[in-house]
């Protein structure tokens, strides 16, 4: 039987439209989904949308909708980039799902029956205009922080989740796994925010009505993160715990923004030990993006939106930027100045470069049947040596989440192909016949050592890695076996690739 693994996204909010920023943690997903089905695992990628709550019901309402209307529309946009971002999920779910509300009422009713939910009351400040309640520090000199009228101390009904209960549990956990929560940064963070002592979570609203009720008390809604955070195991059918819950739960990882860090590492967890389930394997929060140096914002109307970079570059121009350019974990800025110097110089440049010019030799000395090699010599040997050794750097990097770094790993092995071509020089080893031999096993070298560097490149750039292979007459299936030296035999038919990537000219 095949390992699994288990790889999710954020469910997306529909009250926005997709930017960068959700394109780049599913794009990251996407990556470790797809690299892990090439090492050999039965992998699940959980990705949806997030349709409940206050937010989506007041975003209806200014758009003259029904939260489901918008949910619904506003959920198209999404699956449609997804479709064009080459994202190979393997299920989408939606809060709004029959499947999902089942898995919430389920988890709810089972912690309120151990007693670890329990009703109570919420004494906050309410402002009755606004109709919202309000923290002692979010008031502005005792006054509503929107409206700037007088407020008064108000009791709301709530259920609460006993969180304060699990603070030790959770900080031993913490410290029995130091890779549960990543960036280690991160886990520091969170660390110090639980020794400040955790207080129980008010986990239900009466306030608004758009979302899954408490069982047995429909009054209330259920608290809008308590809800979302189910998603992952609601889509693998809990609260059945056969099938793919009993597959792959736990998840293997949660990628998230740092913003919801706290939501995934102390809620989450601390949910699920009063439910008394697993815990994740890992948690890891990646940083945020500014644009051209500022917050990305409706207000600035900066927002970056992907179909817009998707045509003007190409769609594996913008999975390769987001991916390289920025150390997973930190924040990073994007600029169409970046955007374009990396597309140049690594894509159009050296990848692309190393492919045309392979590819053309290949057919102009062999008519484009790739030759028997004759015996490797040191120069060869040393680019076999570095083609095979990247797989073990890569694997590495893919497993800490440092996709930067495996992408470098894999470009000093194509700099070190354009290095070969130029120290080799094929071009005057054609000139005598009697070089033949030698002639076919650097041709051999050279397209042998980018053949498995796309193979693994796949997990990236599958468009571009597809082109590649296929102009390398390559057409088996990608699994780790192949990713060992020989995989092109003689015979095999090369056809001249033009230009993976063409040099980005334009303006900006
Ligand atoms: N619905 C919640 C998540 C629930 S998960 C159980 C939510 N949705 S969101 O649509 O607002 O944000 C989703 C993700 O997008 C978050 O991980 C957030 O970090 C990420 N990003 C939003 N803006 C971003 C940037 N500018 N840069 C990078 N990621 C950003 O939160």
Request: hydrophobic residues 40%.
């Amino acid at each position: 039987m095949k390992p699994t693994f288990y790889v999710t996204t954020p469910i997306y909010y529909v009250n926005d439209v997709p930017h960068i920023g959700h394109a780049y943690t599913t794009v990251a997903a996407d990556v470790l989904a797809r690299y892990k089905r090439l090492m050999g695992y039965d992998v699940y990628f959980l990705t949806g949308s997030d349709e409940h709550g206050q937010k989506v019901e007041k975003a209806a309402i200014t758009a003259g909708e029904t939260p489901l209307e918008l949910a619904d529309r506003v959920v198209k946009r999404y699956q449609a980039l997804w479709e064009r971002l080459g994202i190979s999920h393997s299920d989408f779910i939606r809060t709004t799902q029959e499947r999902h509300k089942k898995g919430v009422s389920e988890i709810f009713s089972n912690i309120l029956a151990k007693g670890d939910i329990y009703l109570g009351e919420y004494e906050d400040w309410y402002c009755t205009p606004c109709e919202t309640f309000w923290t002692e520090t979010q008031l502005i000199e005792g006054r509503c922080p929107d409206c700037n009228r007088p407020v008064e101390k108000l009791k709301e009904e709530s259920y609460f989740f006993r969180m304060s209960k699990y603070q030790e549990q959770l900080l031993a956990h913490i410290e029995a796994h130091p890779d549960f929560i990543q960036p280690k940064s991160k886990r520091n963070e969170i660390v110090s925010f639980i020794k400040e002592g955790l207080r129980d979570l008010s986990v239900s609203r009466t306030t608004f009505t758009w979302g899954i009720p408490v069982p047995g008390n429909d009054r209330h809604i259920i608290y809008v993160w308590f809800d979302a955070l189910t998603n992952y195991i609601s889509a693998l059918g809990y609260p059945d715990e056969t099938g793919n819950y009993s597959r792959y739960w736990p998840v293997d990882v949660h990628l998230i923004g740092k913003d919801i860090l706290r939501f995934h590492a102390v809620y989450w967890p601390t949910f699920l030990m009063a439910a008394g389930l697993p815990l994740p394997e890992k948690v890891f929060a990646h940083g945020w993006w500014t644009v051209e140096g500022q917050k990305m914002s409706k207000s600035l109307q900066n927002v970056v939106e992907p179909n817009m970079l998707i045509d003007k570059y190409g769609v594996d121009v913008v999975r390769y930027f987001l991916l390289r350019e920025v150390p997973f974990g930190l924040d990073g800025d994007f600029s169409h100045t970046a955007l374009i110097q990396r597309m140049n110089s690594d894509l159009a440049n050296d990848i692309g470069n190393l492919l045309s010019r392979s590819t053309a030799m290949a057919v102009k000395y062999f008519e484009g049947i790739l030759p028997e090699p004759s015996e490797m010599i040191d120069i060869d040997l040393a680019l076999k040596t570095k083609t095979g050794e990247m797989i073990a750097i890569v694997d590495k990097f893919i497993d800490e989440l440092a996709f930067s770094k495996a992408l470098q790993a894999i470009w000093d092995v194509i700099s070190a192909g354009n290095k070969y071509i130029d120290d080799s020089a094929p071009w005057t080893l054609a000139k005598d016949p009697a070089n033949r031999g030698r002639l076919a096993t650097v041709m051999h070298t050279l397209l042998e050592s980018q053949r498995i560097t796309h193979c693994v490149l796949s997990a990236f750039l599958p468009t571009t890695a597809g082109k590649a292979l296929a102009s390398l007459g390559y057409a088996e299936e990608i699994s780790k076996e192949k990713l060992v030296w020989g995989g092109l035999k003689a015979g095999t038919v090369i056809t001249k690739v033009e230009a993976l990537f063409p040099r980005y000219e334009g303006k900006e």
